[in-house]
């Protein structure tokens, strides 16, 4: 299974980004995909899931209201819609895939993970 996340940029506080990822690989759709950010010098963090055949979602409670999963099955693509960023949403954003179909939100529950893209967001 591969991941391939894309869409981070700069942009102001405010503003939006939407990130992609575009999973390929897998044989069958039962999986749980999450996002993930990493900021400098801290930890990386859970942002949200989403059931990959439900469509169940799950949010960090900073996130909820701001972001929005989603994914597109046909496409085997995941979305994280952000909106409202502030400067201290600047990290790199990962999508990972789960071992299992329930959304989980610990880091080593997550089997696959995606290169990461950089958020920058300016004050």
């Known amino acids: 299974v591969q991941l391939q996340a894309s869409g981070g940029g700069l942009v102001q506080a405010g503003g939006s980004l939407r990130l992609s990822c575009a999973v390929s690989?897998?044989?069958?759709?039962?999986?749980?995909v999450g996002w993930f950010r990493q900021a400098p010098g801290k930890e990386r963090e859970f942002v949200a899931a989403?059931?990959?055949?439900?469509?169940?979602?799950s949010y960090a409670d900073s996130m909820r209201g701001r972001f929005t999963i989603s994914r597109h099955s046909a496409k085997n693509t995941v979305y994280l819609q952000m909106n409202s960023l502030k400067p201290e949403d600047t990290a790199v954003y990962y999508c990972?895939?789960?071992?299992?179909?329930?959304?989980?939100?610990?880091?080593?529950?997550?089997?696959?993970w995606g290169q990461g893209t950089l958020v920058t967001v300016s004050s």
């Open positions: 690989g897998r044989t069958f759709s039962s999986t749980a």
């Open positions: 990972a895939e789960a071992r299992a179909s329930r959304i989980v939100m610990v880091i080593t529950d997550y089997a696959y």
């Open positions: 989403i059931n990959w055949s439900g469509g169940t979602t």
